[in-house]
Each structure stands twice: as structure tokens, then as C-alpha cells.
């Protein structure tokens, strides 16, 4: 009896206790912020020959990542009963209480204002609506729909995460561009496999919280090979910065060579039977992200003689 009053007492001061920064930095859900923000620089980056100035850096890419913790907070809210049946998920502070849904409603309602203000004043309308157009795509339609609606929730919804680099050159440039969409392209097409590779990692979890990922709706293998099949789309679709004369050879031979790393790991997938595969795959997917738009980089400054696009 004892036992079960003191479990009760510390559940109660666990759900009184008012929310640290912690809690609130964590509704952004910072890695993803990150990785978007890393994107949204070469972006930027890529959109010039030389340098970006200084406050557009600064300013556009802080407004772009206030909007985005300002998705993910609400993807918090509306997540929270899942979340609260998966492992990976059971400690976010929504789901575990430590911040009321309307704390966190309000949050991310101050930040998405400061951060959509921010492109506004400071940088430019295009980059505003378009970072309102992806901010509202993942926290609603993704997010309250598609997630729950169909297996290829992460297919459709996955152009919402692919907009960053896209919000980094209109930033700079005030205008769209050919090339800035390949790079939209490129995470689009990186998307599926990425985020399959976790699904089929937390398949049980993903049932159990009645969410219809594919590995959930249509099994493992079926899974496995669409994932070994979009990355060979994926590859080939970053060999278009090339093709089109965007990139050059140090693109290309970056582009294949992490291309080849992921193909390795999606075929893995296929074929073990090894615990922990899928893990492995999807954290090679986010290193692949990351060195190709590193490359993409060095391929612009390195020879800068080949077009910008701009």
C-alpha cells in the first residue's frame, strides 16, 4: 500500500512540477532542427559565389529554425497518446506531462510568430510563405492526417522536410530556381528510405500505437525491398546537380560514393537477419545526408568556375 501511495505521490509532483528550458528546448525537437538548419546553410550558401552576408545567415536561418521547433512542438501535441505507447517516444515532455499540451500550444505559438516576423522584416516574403507553407505541412497535414491515413504517410508528407535548402536560397537570392528545387528533390527522394529503415527498427511499436507505417500494413520485407528500390531512385536523382551542370566532378564522385555506402546498407536490409539492421541503416542515412551536402559544398568553392544557378 505504501509502495503504491509514494508511486502516486511522485506521479502527481511529476505532472505539478513546472516545465524546465529543457522541456521546452526539447519540444523543438533539436536534432531534426539541426539537420534542417545544416541544409538550409549549404542552401544559402550554394545560392552565391562567394560569401553570404551576415544577417541573412544569422537572421534567416534562426527564423527558419524557430518555425521549425514550432512544427515540431505541435507535432508534440497531437502525438502525445502515441507517443506515450512507443519506447523511443514515452519520455517526450508532452506525453510524460512534465508540459501541458496548452503550454506547449503556446510555445510553439510564440515562436512560429517570432520566427515567421524575423523572414518577414528580415529577409524576404518568398521565404516567409514558403517556410509557412512546409511549417504547416508537417504540423497539419502530415502530422493530424497523412500519419494516420495511409502507408505512404512519409512518401507525401515528406516534402514538407525536404524544404529547408529551398528556404535557405530564397533567402539569399529572394527568388526560385531550377537548382534549388533539385536539392528539395534530393531529400524528398531520401526521405522514404530513411525513415523506413527506422519503421522497420520499431515496426511493434508503430502497431502498437495503431500508426500504419508500411513495414506495420504490408510487412517487413515488402518494406525492405521498397527501400533497397527508393534508394536507387535516390541515387539517381543526385546525379541530377551534375547532369545539369550545377555540380562537378567532385559532386559526382562524392554522390556515388556515399550513393554506393547507402545501397550497400539498403541490400543489408534486404538480406540479414540481423537484429539492429534497420537501426544501422537509417543512422547511415543521416551521415549520408549530411556528407553529401558537404560535398555539394566543397564541389562549389573548390571549382567555382562551373554555374551557380543564380
Known amino acids: 500500500m505504501a509502495t503504491i501511495t509514494g508511486s502516486l505521490m511522485n506521479q502527481t509532483h511529476a505532472a505539478t512540477q513546472a516545465p524546465s528550458w529543457r522541456d521546452y528546448y526539447e519540444l523543438t525537437k533539436p ?10 546553410v549549404i542552401g544559402m550558401l550554394l545560392a552565391v559565389p562567394g560569401m553570404v552576408p551576415v544577417d541573412v545567415l544569422l ?15 505541435v507535432n508534440h501535441i497531437v502525438d502525445r497518446s502515441v507517443d506515450q505507447k512507443m519506447a523511443r517516444t514515452l519520455n517526450r515532455p508532452v506525453a510524460k506531462g512534465r508540459v501541458e499540451p496548452m503550454q506547449a500550444l503556446l510555445f510553439a505559438l510564440v515562436i512560429g510568430v517570432l520566427g515567421m516576423t524575423l523572414l518577414v522584416v528580415f529577409i524576404n516574403t518568398l521565404t516567409a510563405v514558403l517556410t509557412l507553407v512546409s511549417l504547416l505541412g508537417y504540423a497539419l497535414v502530415y502530422t493530424l492526417f497523412l500519419k494516420r491515413a495511409t502507408p505512404q504517410n512519409i512518401v507525401i508528407g515528406g516534402i514538407a522536410g525536404a524544404a529547408p535548402p529551398l528556404l535557405g536560397w530564397t533567402a539569399v537570392t529572394g527568388s526560385l530556381d531550377g537548382h534549388a528545387l533539385l536539392l528539395v528533390l534530393i531529400i524528398f527522394a531520401w526521405t522514404p528510405p530513411h525513415f523506413w529503415a527506422l519503421a522497420v527498427h520499431r515496426k511493434d511499436e508503430y502497431a502498437k500505437a495503431d500508426i500504419p507505417m508500411l513495414p506495420v500494413t504490408h510487412g517487413e520485407q515488402y518494406t525492405k525491398l521498397h527501400i533497397f528500390l527508393y534508394t536507387i531512385i535516390m541515387i539517381l536523382v543526385t546525379l541530377l546537380p551534375f547532369i545539369t551542370g550545377m555540380m562537378s566532378w567532385i559532386y559526382l564522385i562524392g554522390a556515388l560514393v556515399l550513393g554506393a555506402g547507402f545501397l550497400y546498407w539498403s541490400f543489408m536490409l534486404m538480406v540479414s537477419k540481423r537484429e539492429g539492421i534497420g537501426m544501422d541503416t537509417f543512422k547511415y542515412s543521416i551521415v549520408y545526408l549530411m556528407a553529401l551536402f558537404v560535398v555539394m559544398l566543397a564541389d562549389h568553392y573548390l571549382l567555382p568556375t562551373h554555374p551557380l544557378g543564380v
Do not use: E, P, Q
Open 59 to 73: 537572421i534567416g536561418n534562426l527564423g527558419i529554425a524557430l518555425c521549425a521547433g514550432s512544427a515540431a512542438a
Open 31 to 40: 536534432r531534426v532542427v539541426m539537420l534542417m538548419i545544416l541544409t538550409s
